[in-house]
């Protein structure tokens, strides 16, 4: 970069500053009058007029223990004014509700007064001031206290008039909920866990899909989302209920993967999915509508099926047997459980033909299992069968009974009433039991 040449002749030429401001001032920048102390009339006599407009229109004088902050403001203003001799003979001819005291003496008085007193004497109201204003530090507690402090009341805080509302209207046109929607530890997420688990894996298989929130009037219990990242599950729906423009919008019962829960409404619930760029629906699955219909909901825990099949076997001696099936439990579905029926001696070794089955939750089955066998104890075929590998076996989960009997049994074990029935060994057939 090239250096930079300066003209010193040009430079001698420019004006200093002293010779901008000693010369004459065309525009009139520099007639400006000074503010005023605040120990001058004018300045002090119009913050004292706001104390007597406020008597104007409450009746009483500014009290320090007031509810409304201006007044306790006013109030400290007042005192300090009671206080400070050099402004009462100033404000007392503006004094029309009589709020200060009269003066004591006369200023020129009050000015040899000071003039005669010794000076190490003027120390000590320093020193008092200084303890006064550190105990009134230490009884500071908020910003309430500060605002109706001595020292603050000494601020212009100008007009209060800018606070009053001209065109802004403050009238409420939303409805004030009834309760506020909190988030809180969920104190049962343990049966909630597997759920979470289970959705997490059928959106890795692409078993469940998740989409777009659309619309709320579709929430039910068990459905579940994708709210800011975080997987919730909609555990419970309230009493019905409307908001304000008719909609409805119960409260709700949420669970989210992360432990916690919620008391969301409905609309505030769909508000939140539909303005949240990654909120989702997870769509159900074939299987969850099929529980929907049969009354089975989230919380309800599949531990298995109950099946009843009949054997294709060709031996003369099974074909004999008239409605020959078994009944058995699996943790499985049906058709993984029998695809190796031609090996196994539990399905007599040979094909089978499944005729019903029946899901089982919230129940131990195994004990499900043997009370189904203990009632049908009678029906239960008694016969010795020699397998493919030369040994002979006792088939035990194999009965000479109706389908219909059986499924029968089997509901009614589920819902309690097996114990108004009884077996009738004669016809294969559930009978009620005489009182």
């Known amino acids: 970069m090239p250096p930079i040449n300066?003209?010193?002749?040009?430079?001698?030429d420019r004006p200093s500053l002293d010779d901008i401001f000693a010369g004459p001032d065309e525009f009139g920048l520099l007639d400006v009058e000074a503010k005023k102390s605040s120990s001058g009339a004018p300045l002090e006599v119009s913050?004292?007029?706001?104390?007597?407009?406020?008597?104007?229109?409450?009746?009483?004088?500014?009290?320090?223990?007031?509810?409304?902050?201006?007044?306790k403001r006013l109030a400290r203003r007042l005192k300090s004014y009671t206080?400070?001799?050099?402004?009462l003979s100033a404000l007392k001819p503006y004094d029309r509700h009589n709020l200060l005291p009269e003066p004591a003496a006369s200023n020129q008085e009050a000015t040899l007064h000071d003039e005669e007193r010794p000076s190490h004497a003027s120390s000590e109201p320093s020193e008092r001031t200084s303890k006064t204003d550190v105990g009134q530090a230490e009884n500071v507690t908020s910003l309430d206290d500060i605002f109706a402090s001595e020292a603050f009341s000494e601020f212009d805080q100008g007009e209060d008039s800018i606070f009053d509302p001209v065109h802004v209207s403050f009238d409420k046109s939303r409805e004030e909920p009834d309760e506020i929607a909190q988030r809180r530890v969920c104190q049962d997420f343990y049966a909630f866990e597997p759920i979470f688990r289970d959705l997490h894996e059928k959106l890795k298989t692409g078993d469940v899909k998740a989409a777009r929130f659309q619309q709320a009037s579709q929430v039910q219990p068990g459905d579940a989302f994708i709210l800011e990242g975080v997987m919730c599950l909609v555990d419970?729906?309230?009493?019905?209920r409307e908001d304000n423009q008719g909609r409805y919008d119960p409260r709700l019962r949420i669970i989210f993967e992360?432990?916690?829960e919620s008391n969301h409404l409905l609309q505030s619930l769909a508000k939140r999915l539909y303005q949240e760029p990654t909120g989702r629906r997870i769509i159900r699955d074939a299987e969850s509508i099929v529980d929907a219909f049969n009354n089975v909901n989230h919380k309800d825990k599949r531990v298995g099926q109950i099946y009843f099949v009949t054997t294709l076997s060709d031996k003369p001696a099974l074909r004999e047997i008239p409605n020959l099936l078994k009944i058995g439990y699996t943790e499985l579905t049906v058709d993984e459980r029998t695809k190796n029926a031609e090996r196994d001696t539990a399905f007599l070794e040979a094909p089978v033909k499944k005729l019903a089955s029946i899901e089982c939750y919230n129940l131990n089955p195994?004990?499900?299992?043997?009370?189904?066998?203990?009632?049908?104890h009678?029906?239960?075929?008694?016969?010795?069968l020699t397998g493919k590998d030369g040994k002979e076996y006792h088939p035990k989960e194999w009965f000479s009974v109706p389908l219909e009997t059986a499924r029968e049994v089997v509901k009614r074990i589920i819902d309690g009433s097996i114990v108004d029935y009884r077996m009738d060994n004669t016809t294969g057939r559930l009978v009620k039991k005489k009182v």
């Open 6 to 12: 300066h003209n010193r002749r040009k430079a001698a």
């Open 47 to 71: 913050r004292f007029e706001e104390i007597s407009m406020f008597v104007d229109q409450k009746g009483k004088a500014p009290q320090a223990d007031g509810r409304d902050l201006l007044e």
């Open 83 to 87: 206080a400070r001799e050099d402004l």
């Open 236 to 240: 419970e729906v309230g009493e019905y």
């Open 258 to 260: 992360n432990g916690t």
């Open 366 to 376: 195994n004990k499900f299992e043997t009370l189904i066998h203990g009632f049908l």
């Open 378 to 384: 009678a029906q239960r075929i008694k016969m010795t």
